[in-house]
């Protein structure tokens, strides 16, 4: 049999080595990271819009039926749950739950709307009336960002 031979030598990498890679990661990791998550706050008001546009979707097909929007009282919760007064509602209108919006809050539904005849509204991150950026409140009645 053959002896093997042990080969002398670098085995591994150095603390050098080790720590210009450990260098770049983090260079790399600063020029990415922020551009990453900054859109995160955009994303969340993409969606925030997007279930505006299926309760819109939901809304229009209730007031088919019963001729009417909910009212402010009977609110969003009238697309899943019968209200008392209404004899042709042939919901659920929405296939689950209302959602909350991306931010862990209900929306705002208010009929008649000042921007229509009904107005959704979300508040956005600071969960407050106003705001600019990611606190900047989502209607259905306007675009992200103005």
Same mark, same amino acid.
């Given at each position: !049999?053959?002896? !093997? =031979?042990?080969i002398?030598?670098?085995?591994?990498?150095t603390?050098?080595?080790?720590l @210009?890679?450990m @260098?770049i *990661?983090?260079?790399?990791?600063? *020029?990415?990271?922020?551009r !990453?998550f900054?859109?995160?706050?955009?994303?969340?008001?993409k969606?925030?819009?997007?279930? !505006?546009? *299926?309760?819109e979707t939901?809304?229009?097909?209730?007031?088919?039926?019963m001729?009417?929007?909910?009212?402010?009282?009977?609110?969003?919760?009238? *697309?899943?749950?019968?209200?008392?007064d209404?004899?042709?509602?042939? %919901? #659920?209108?929405l #296939?689950?739950?209302?959602p909350?919006d991306?931010? %862990?809050?209900?929306?705002?539904?208010?009929?008649?709307?000042?921007?229509?005849?009904?107005? @959704?509204?979300?508040?956005?991150?600071? =969960?407050?009336p106003g705001?600019?950026?990611?606190?900047i409140?989502?209607?259905?009645?306007?675009?992200?960002?103005?």
């Amino acid at each position: !049999m053959k002896e !093997m =031979k042990r080969i002398k030598g670098n085995g591994g990498f150095t603390l050098i080595e080790l720590l @210009i890679v450990m @260098i770049i *990661l983090g260079l790399l990791a600063a *020029l990415v990271a922020p551009r !990453m998550f900054g859109k995160v706050g955009t994303s969340k008001q993409k969606a925030a819009k997007a279930q !505006m546009s *299926l309760f819109e979707t939901a809304l229009d097909t209730y007031r088919l039926d019963m001729g009417k929007y909910p009212t402010t009282e009977q609110g969003l919760k009238a *697309l899943r749950e019968k209200p008392q007064d209404a004899d042709s509602w042939d %919901g #659920p209108y929405l #296939p689950k739950e209302i959602p909350l919006d991306p931010w %862990g809050q209900a929306y705002v539904y208010v009929c008649p709307g000042e921007h229509g005849d009904y107005d @959704i509204q979300s508040y956005g991150a600071d =969960k407050q009336p106003g705001g600019e950026g990611e606190n900047i409140d989502i209607g259905n009645w306007k675009n992200i960002g103005e």
